[in-house]
């Protein structure tokens, strides 16, 4: 019998909605350096989604959310060739948070700004530009990244 088992990364997004825009980082000086993303991270391991998700808005955009708040509403599967990993994601929106939305990591991060959801910027990370996407048109689940043309 095999004791080890496969692991998988799983990561949370938190889509900032405000009307009909979205908000995005600008990455920098990390993986996918000067294209846009949304807020989001990793599970550090003994947390919750719930937990991951107030976290990462708290250490990235400096913003206090309540768990009532924001709902999460897509999972992908992913596969990444670019380091051979696989994902769970969870996509979830807020679109209520206390505080004022801040860069609260500029070593990692050139700035935020809201976007129009029907304009989104073209240099975006492929993969959250998908999430949004998905998330926004209600799927509740999908997969990435197995197909050689994603």
Same mark, same amino acid.
């Given at each position: 019998?095999?004791?080890?088992?496969?692991?998988?990364?799983?990561?949370?997004? +938190? =889509?900032?909605?405000?009307?009909?825009?979205?908000? *995005?980082?600008?990455?920098?000086?990390?993986?996918?350096?000067?294209?846009?993303?949304?807020?989001?991270?990793? *599970?550090?391991?003994?947390? #919750? *989604? #719930?937990?991951?998700?107030?976290?990462?808005? /708290?250490?990235?955009?400096? +913003?206090?959310?309540?768990?009532?708040?924001?709902?999460?509403? #897509? +999972?992908?599967?992913?596969?990444?060739?670019?380091?051979?990993?696989?994902?769970?994601?969870?996509?979830?929106?807020?679109?209520?948070?206390?505080?004022? =939305?801040?860069?609260?990591?500029?070593?990692?991060?050139?700035?935020?700004?809201?976007?129009?959801?029907?304009? =989104?910027?073209?240099?975006?990370?492929?993969? +959250?530009?998908?999430?949004? /996407? /998905? #998330? =926004?048109?209600?799927?509740?689940?999908?997969?990435?990244?197995?197909?050689?043309?994603?």
């Amino acid at each position: 019998m095999n004791k080890n088992r496969f692991r998988a990364f799983v990561s949370v997004h +938190v =889509l900032f909605m405000k009307d009909d825009k979205i908000l *995005l980082l600008l990455r920098k000086n990390i993986t996918s350096d000067g294209f846009y993303s949304v807020v989001a991270g990793h *599970l550090d391991g003994k947390e #919750t *989604l #719930t937990q991951a998700i107030i976290r990462e808005a /708290k250490e990235e955009a400096g +913003v206090d959310i309540n768990p009532n708040d924001f709902e999460i509403k #897509t +999972v992908c599967h992913s596969y990444s060739k670019h380091n051979d990993r696989e994902f769970i994601q969870f996509y979830a929106i807020c679109k209520k948070w206390e505080g004022k =939305l801040v860069n609260n990591e500029p070593d990692k991060c050139g700035g935020l700004k809201f976007f129009p959801i029907n304009n =989104l910027p073209e240099n975006m990370v492929p993969y +959250v530009r998908d999430g949004i /996407k /998905k #998330t =926004l048109a209600g799927i509740n689940f999908y997969e990435y990244g197995w197909k050689d043309t994603e």
